[in-house]
Structures are given as structure tokens and as C-alpha cells.
């Protein structure tokens, strides 16, 4: 005999499973005011004459609303101006409910278009094939009505949690970007020397949208240096280092024992003989292991990262005095 069928736990389901909140554009004054932000205080951000002419509106009111969040932002985090960035890497892409759509959307209906190249993460679904994968409607079509928006806005269908990969990633040191999702955050401030925060979704798209990121954290050369020596163990056998199930462990171990600072690891390339072993693979596996269990934005690895060539640059040690102050 068939087994009895269970019975629906909601006999009356709502029409509109996925309703879209009405986004206000306002609704960032309430937030940040809550935060202790006063409105009208963010006069502490210096803003150049383009900041102005989106801020004003004279881009449109995508601009000008994501214009307006970046500098409360800023204010928040006591910025005393914004920086330029090269590219923003979207994580926000990824289907939170319907605030996330709708915030994507809404911005879409404003006419914006992002200002620098702007790849995505990952998203909730796989855009072609999720019917055929069973995925219920209820997460399918929102998730991809997400992509599609962002699609909208000029962002590049790239789709990964690996930004790094691509031909579009960082080439130099020092390079200004806005990136979200943690583990491209530590590879691209630690292993390519690009400056970014791990900047939150929404907050994403409004750097995107202009061109503009607040000059605050790993974007200012004292937020990156070292506050937090650990050394690897001298009997650590040195094969040991050529297994690649070391890195992620090492890094998770890592990301546990920084308590909000950021480390620089002493040890290895003596124990390893040779920089190659620490191969840019390996450093993705430590990366990303770093994210999921630290704050931090960014590792150093004496010998290996290229703003440590030894642990005491890393540290600041040796700058001059002036060279102290800028840094700081």
C-alpha cells in the first residue's frame, strides 16, 4: 500500500511566496543614526567635486543614493575622505531573501550602471540548469531575477568566489579595489597587495556604482601592518610542507589565533628551503581558511607575502619616523 501523503503544513500558502519590500532610499539615514551617526554630520568626509555632482544627482538617483550611502559609511568608520577604486567584486549576488532583490532591482529602476569593471560571485543557483536540478521556485526564480539585475547594472556574468582567477584580477601592489566575500578579501590584500575592506553586501554594488570606497582599513598602509607574530614549530618536518592538506589547516589555525589583529607567520620558507613550495594554489587553500575563522582582512607570511619580506617589515619596524606617521 502507498503511504499516506503528509499533510501540507500550511493549507492556505500565500499567492506571492516572494514578495518584494518597498526599498526606501532613506532607510540608511534611520540605520546609521542608530549606529550614532547623526544626519548631516558625514560634512567630516572630504569630497571631491564628482562625489559632489553624484551626491547632487547629476549622474541619476542610482548614483546619488549609493553615493550617499559610501559617505555614511565612511563617516561611520571615521574616513576622513573616499578613495578611488579600480573594480568591485559583487558578493551581494547571492539571494538573501527579498531585501536582496529588491535592492538590486531598485537600482536597476534608477537607471544605474556601474562606474568600473565589476565582476560577481557566486550565486544561490545555477542560472541555466536550475529546473532541470529541481530547485523549487521559490528560490530558483528570485535567485536568478538577482543575477539578472545585477546583469542589468553592467556587472560581468563571471559567477565565481574567485576573483583572483580571472584575467581582471589585480596585477600590482597597491592597487584600490572594493571587493566582497571574505576569502577573495584575504587573497587580494595578502597574496596580490591590493587594498580592499571586506565590504559587505549592498554596500558592494553602491562602490561599484561609484567608483568610490571610504579610506578606511586595509586601504591605509597602517591598518596592514602586522600586530601578531606566530612562528611555525622548528621540529615541524620539513615534508610536511609539501602536503596540501597542511595550508588550509595552517590557516585555520591561523585565523583562530588572531583575535582581531592582523598576523604575520614566521617560519615557514626556512623550514620549507624554498619560497616554490608555498605555491599560489596553497595560499588559496590558506586564504580562505583565514576568512572562515578570522575578522582580519589579511595575513602576512615572512618571505613569501609581498609586503613581508622578513616578519619585521611586516611589523612596520625599521620605517622612519616620518614613514611611521604617513603609515599610521
Not at 526599498?23 to 569630497?47: D, F, Q, W
Not at 549609493?66 to 573616499?82: E, H
Request: net charge negative; charged share 15%.
Amino acid at each position: 500500500p502507498k503511504p499516506n501523503p503528509k499533510p501540507n503544513p500550511n493549507p492556505n500558502p500565500d499567492p506571492n511566496p516572494n514578495p518584494q519590500p518597498d526599498l526606501n532610499p532613506n532607510a540608511v539615514v534611520a540605520v546609521t543614526a542608530a549606529a550614532g551617526v547623526a544626519e548631516g554630520t558625514e560634512g567630516g568626509v572630504a569630497l571631491s567635486a564628482e562625489d559632489e555632482a553624484m551626491l547632487s544627482g547629476a549622474h541619476g538617483e542610482a548614483a546619488r543614493v549609493a553615493m550617499r550611502i559610501v559617505r555614511r559609511v565612511a563617516a561611520l568608520q571615521g574616513a576622513a575622505k573616499l578613495v578611488d577604486v579600480t573594480q568591485v567584486h559583487i558578493d551581494g549576488v547571492i539571494y538573501l531573501g527579498p531585501g536582496s532583490l529588491a535592492v538590486a532591482q531598485k537600482f536597476v529602476a534608477w537607471g544605474g550602471r556601474v562606474r568600473v569593471p565589476t565582476t560577481l560571485n557566486s550565486g544561490s543557483v545555477d542560472r541555466r540548469r536550475w529546473r532541470a536540478l529541481e530547485v523549487p521556485p521559490a528560490l530558483g526564480e528570485p535567485a536568478a531575477a538577482l543575477g539578472d539585475a545585477y546583469l542589468a547594472l553592467g556587472c560581468t556574468p563571471s559567477f565565481t568566489c574567485a576573483p583572483y582567477l580571472l584575467e581582471s584580477a589585480p596585477k600590482g601592489g597597491g592597487e584600490h579595489v572594493g571587493w566582497g566575500e571574505s576569502n577573495a578579501v584575504v587573497f587580494a590584500n595578502s597574496v596580490l597587495g591590493a587594498r580592499t575592506q571586506k565590504y559587505a553586501d549592498f554596500l558592494d554594488i553602491c562602490l561599484a556604482l561609484t567608483g568610490r570606497a571610504p579610506r578606511a582599513g586595509c586601504h591605509l598602509d597602517g591598518e596592514r601592518r602586522a600586530a601578531l607574530v606566530l612562528a611555525l614549530p622548528p621540529e615541524l618536518p620539513a615534508a610536511a610542507l609539501d602536503d596540501d592538506s597542511l595550508y588550509p589547516l595552517l590557516g585555520y589555525l591561523v585565523g583562530l589565533k588572531t583575535e582581531g589583529q592582523v598576523p604575520v607567520l614566521e617560519g615557514l620558507t626556512a623550514l620549507a628551503g624554498a619560497p616554490p613550495l608555498v605555491r599560489r594554489d596553497r595560499l588559496k587553500a590558506f586564504s580562505a581558511a583565514v576568512g572562515t575563522t578570522a575578522a582580519v582582512p589579511m595575513y602576512h607570511i615572512a618571505g613569501v607575502t609581498p609586503e613581508a619580506p622578513t616578519a619585521a617589515a611586516a611589523l612596520g619596524l625599521g620605517l622612519a619616523p616620518e614613514a611611521a606617521a604617513q603609515a599610521a
